[in-house]
């Protein structure tokens, strides 16, 4: 590919995650994407292609038992001359560290609100994620086709319990039964909700922000309603900022409905319009990778184990950063500086279409692969050294004692357990009077994929005993004292052997801090 291809080609692609609370309606919403992008045909097909999907792959049985995908899975689309990603982010019970490092590879984020309920716990979480990345975030306020909260409530809530300052792209006119339409804010015009022929959907604003006084919802009190909300946000309201937007200080707010296909693409236009391209990427060394830099690049933020039982196949998800990316070429393997050549075991994520062409920077590619990678690896070829920064590490708020069920096979548990943690799949503690094991992770299926995959894998059945959530903070070495244990603040050390407390609870936190006022403690996130 050539130079100004090159340049060409990253500055189509729109790579980005989807962040919600389990029903809000991300795979409504994502499905209504995919529409657009004219990937599936009718509504409704996501979930039926997932469990077809299953039975093709043979995938793993825990899947098939709980019908979920346990790992994100990445969606490509093309839209108004853009590249889309849509990097799958899972939720419900199947919410692990994946759904965390998955962030990591994307450069914007959509988070999806039910009106009714606002901003939810698990989203939350999420969002902290992104924030820290100080990438664009945007939101879709969803389910307007019911009563919600008001959405005045609604953006001061993105202020209050997020700290991002919000700026309402559109405008609801009522909800539920009454709902009107959308007074669009960015366009000038006004979107019918169910109008009766196609050409009816939007009205153009007069140069003063009103309908024509003929039109039937000029004639409404809603709408008279609505002119004075935007009156009041105008004066009073966040001004829209694109730098603030870039950073992730402000997020432009969408209104709508992903059931009634109401608002999304409103909301998908603007997206592509103003969501990033990919951008530079940080080394250790603290230089810059660009993303038109010819010489290829890309780091491993997800690996997908045992797609096929009869193969002990692994995937690798790999995120390229700068470069292109193409079959049979010869790549470096940082962390060993190892050439692999990356054969015709490779997989292009773009999933089911054959048609893929090219991987570039915002792109992400599935590498088969034997043992070789680890998450956070960074890949790159030609002569030049690539060290990308490492991940970050997830603070673990479910913890799991886990001892082998046979004591005759110790060398099985210990050679599972190594690997598995070194692959990302839990994270590993041990206490530090009896060196007893215990097991970390963000979400409970982690610990089942773990207890499947021991026992699948490496033949090694386990006993796990829940501790169930609690805080991970880490102290000081030297401020250590082993003393300090106790059942309701267990002393523990990392992978690294660094030490942490694991506390019951709020209460077992403020109780050890009044004993030991000047230890200090930190959480790593
Ligand atoms: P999730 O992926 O975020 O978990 O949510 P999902 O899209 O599965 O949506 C959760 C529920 O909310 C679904 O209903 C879905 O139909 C509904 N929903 C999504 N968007 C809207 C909307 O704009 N308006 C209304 N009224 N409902 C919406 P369900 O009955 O739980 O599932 P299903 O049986 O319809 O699949």
Redesign the pocket.
């Known amino acids: 590919m050539k130079q100004t291809e090159l340049e060409q080609a990253v500055a189509k692609r729109r790579t980005f995650a989807i962040i919600?609370?389990?029903?809000?309606?991300?795979?409504?919403?994502?499905?209504q994407l995919l529409l657009f992008g004219g990937v599936i045909r009718e509504a409704g097909t996501v979930?039926g292609r997932k469990s077809s999907h299953f039975a093709k792959s043979d995938w793993m049985a825990i899947e098939k038992q709980r019908g979920i995908s346990v790992t994100s899975s990445v969606m490509q689309f093309d839209y108004q001359g853009k590249r889309i990603n849509i990097l799958d982010t899972p939720?419900?019970e199947d919410f692990s560290e994946d759904t965390y490092r998955t962030l990591m590879a994307v450069d914007a984020a959509v988070m999806?609100i039910?009106s009714a309920k606002g901003i939810e716990a698990q989203t939350k979480k999420l969002f902290k994620v992104v924030k820290d990345r100080g990438i664009p975030i945007f939101t879709f306020m969803?389910?307007?086709?019911?009563d919600g909260r008001e959405p005045l409530d609604l953006i001061a809530e993105l202020e209050d319990l997020l700290g991002i300052e919000g700026y309402a792209m559109n405008w609801p006119m009522g909800s539920g039964k009454t709902l009107l339409g959308l007074y669009d804010r960015v366009n000038n015009r006004v979107e019918r909700y169910r109008p009766e022929t196609p050409e009816q959907r939007f009205v153009e604003l007069d140069a003063d922000g009103h309908l024509p006084a003929d039109d039937v919802i000029a004639k409404e009190a809603t709408y008279r309603a609505t002119l004075d909300e935007i009156e009041l946000l105008d004066d009073a309201g966040n001004q829209f900022d694109a730098d603030k937007i870039a950073r992730g200080d402000q997020t432009p707010v969408f209104f709508?409905?992903?059931?009634?296909n109401?608002g999304v693409e409103t909301f998908l236009n603007s997206f592509v319009q103003y969501a990033p391209a990919p951008t530079a990427k940080k080394t250790v060394g603290g230089t810059e990778v660009q993303p038109t830099n010819e010489q290829f690049s890309g780091f491993i933020f997800k690996i997908q184990a045992n797609m096929n039982p009869n193969h002990r196949d692994r995937i690798a998800f790999v995120r390229v950063v700068s470069g292109e990316f193409t079959k049979g070429m010869d790549v470096t393997l940082e962390r060993t500086g190892k050439t692999i050549r990356l054969n015709n075991s490779t997989e292009f994520m773009a999933a089911e279409r054959e048609t893929v062409t090219e991987a570039v920077a915002g792109d992400i590619v599935g590498l088969y692969d034997t043992g070789n990678f680890q998450i956070g690896d960074t890949i790159y070829a030609g002569k030049q050294g690539v060290a990308f920064e490492p991940l970050p590490q997830f603070t673990p708020e479910l913890f799991m004692k886990v001892t082998p069920k046979n004591v005759m096979k110790q060398k099985s548990f210990h050679k599972g357990m190594q690997q598995l943690v070194q692959e990302g799949a839990v994270q590993l503690y041990r206490t530090y009077s009896t060196n007893e094991y215990i097991l970390g992770a963000v979400g409970q299926l982690q610990f089942e994929v773990f207890k499947f995959r021991m026992q699948n894998e490496y033949n090694s059945e386990v006993e796990m005993t829940p501790m169930g959530n609690r805080t991970a903070r880490w102290i000081n070495p030297d401020q250590l004292d082993e003393k300090m244990s106790s059942s309701r603040n267990l002393l523990v050390k990392d992978v690294h052997g660094e030490p942490l407390l694991l506390f019951e609870n709020a209460f077992a936190e403020r109780w050890f801090h009044d004993k030991y006022p000047d230890v200090e403690l930190t959480s790593k996130l």
Request: cysteine-free; charged content about 30%.
């Open positions: 919600s609370h389990p029903d809000a309606g991300k795979t409504t919403i994502t499905e979930k939720g419900h999806v039910d969803n389910k307007l086709d019911r709508g409905s992903a059931l009634t109401f």
